[in-house]
């Protein structure tokens, strides 16, 4: 069965790091390219950032550039977020998820697995 699995999300104080992974099984991750989506209690699942396939190439929502990092490494099958200088408006479920079709700004319909989810907790 091919899955995508979270890992990495903790309570973390405002100003903190956290590197959360993406880890695939039984699916060939280097034909997709890879995003990140968050939810908060009581909101809408949002994108958070993308990859390419290969890695090469990144994008990221305004809330998050030039705090968050993407980053991948095909032969571990894994891909990774590294968020630094939380803020409490981070804090919600992270799902990684799979689309063979890249956008810069990706369509959420579009992926077609998607993992359970890990929690990110930013509060004092």
């Known amino acids: 069965q091919s899955q995508l699995v979270e890992s990495g999300g903790d309570w973390v104080p405002p100003g903190g790091s956290l590197r959360l992974s993406c880890t695939a099984s039984n699916f060939t991750l280097d034909w997709y390219a890879i995003g990140w989506f968050r939810q908060a209690p009581g909101k809408e699942r949002e994108w958070v950032s993308v990859?390419?396939?290969?890695?090469?190439?990144?994008n990221y929502a305004d809330s998050v550039k030039g705090r968050f990092t993407m980053s991948r490494d095909n032969a571990k099958k894994v891909v990774y977020l590294q968020m630094n200088s939380l803020k409490p408006e981070d804090a919600g479920v992270y799902y990684c998820a799979a689309t063979i079709y890249f956008k810069p700004i990706p369509d959420m319909s579009a992926h077609e697995y998607w993992g359970q989810g890990t929690q990110v907790t930013v509060s004092s």
């Open positions: 990859i390419n396939s290969i890695g090469s190439t990144t």
